[in-house]
T-cell receptor, first 106, second 110 residues
Framework: GIQVEQSPPDLILQEGANSTLRCNFS?????LQWFHQNPWGQLINLFY???GTKQNGRLSATTVATERYSLLYISSSQTTDSGVYFC????????FGKGNQVVVIP | NAGVTQTPKFRILKIGQSMTLQCTQD?????MYWYRQDPGMGLKLIYY???????DKGEVPNGYNVSRSTTEDFPLRLELAAPSQTSVYFC?????????FGPGTRLLVL
């Protein structure tokens, strides 16, 4: 099956810092989604982004489908950004990466 | 809209017991999914449904069964619980595209 790799696996940020999370995938996909799992376990979808760039507040995402990667940018990080960020790619069904564990310290 | 709701929130089972995890969505979505998440891992698809009466296996279906008699409900059945089924179970629904997740059910099999 398709392989989804996320990097870095763990990231500690000072509040206010910027960061970039990366998702590489091994085959062509129909679409790609980014999710945030908060420390209480709730999964929230952030972006549905098969290609191009989207922005939502301090978060933005870019997917370059031809090169099989996607990037999630977090700007001016806040403690509420802590949690795990998952990339999931859709061939006929979603395949998840192992996630980026992000901790934002005040 | 309540979105996707799951019950129970937490359950402890003994090896060999059976149980049903409930999932209901009120968004009239055709697609519904069951995932499991093991510690430190991403989600793995157990079963999915593209509409009432239609279900199909995902990546890790062994030990589970599903049914989809209505658009709203997609219960997951564990027939003979095993310690390997200790996990957090998430249900999701979708109109096609973005998936919306329930709050999860934590299951411990002892």
């Amino acid at each position: 099956g398709i392989q989804v790799e996320q990097s870095p696996p763990d990231l500690i940020l000072q509040e206010g810092a910027n960061s970039t999370l990366r998702c590489n995938f091994s085959d062509s996909v129909n679409n790609l989604q980014w999710f945030h799992q908060n420390p209480w376990g709730q999964l929230i979808n952030l972006f549905y982004i098969p290609s191009g760039t989207k922005q939502n507040g301090r978060l933005s995402a870019t997917t370059v489908a031809t090169e099989r990667y996607s990037l999630l940018y977090i700007s001016s990080s806040q403690t509420t950004d802590s949690g795990v960020y998952f990339c999931a790619v859709d061939t006929n069904r979603l395949a998840f990466g192992k996630g980026n564990q992000v901790v934002v310290i005040p | 809209n309540a979105g996707v709701t799951q019950t129970p929130k937490f359950r402890i089972l003994k090896i060999g017991q059976s149980m049903t995890l409930q999932c209901t969505q009120d968004m009239n979505h055709n697609y519904m999914y069951w995932y499991r998440q093991d510690p430190g891992m991403g989600l793995k698809l157990i079963y999915y449904s593209v509409g009432a009466g239609i279900t199909d296996k995902g990546e890790v279906p062994n030990g589970y069964n599903v049914s989809r008699s209505t658009t709203e409900d997609f219960p997951l059945r564990l027939e003979l619980a095993a310690p390997s089924q200790t996990s957090v179970y998430f249900c999701a629904s979708s109109p096609g595209g973005t998936q919306y997740f329930g709050p999860g059910t934590r299951l411990l099999v002892l």
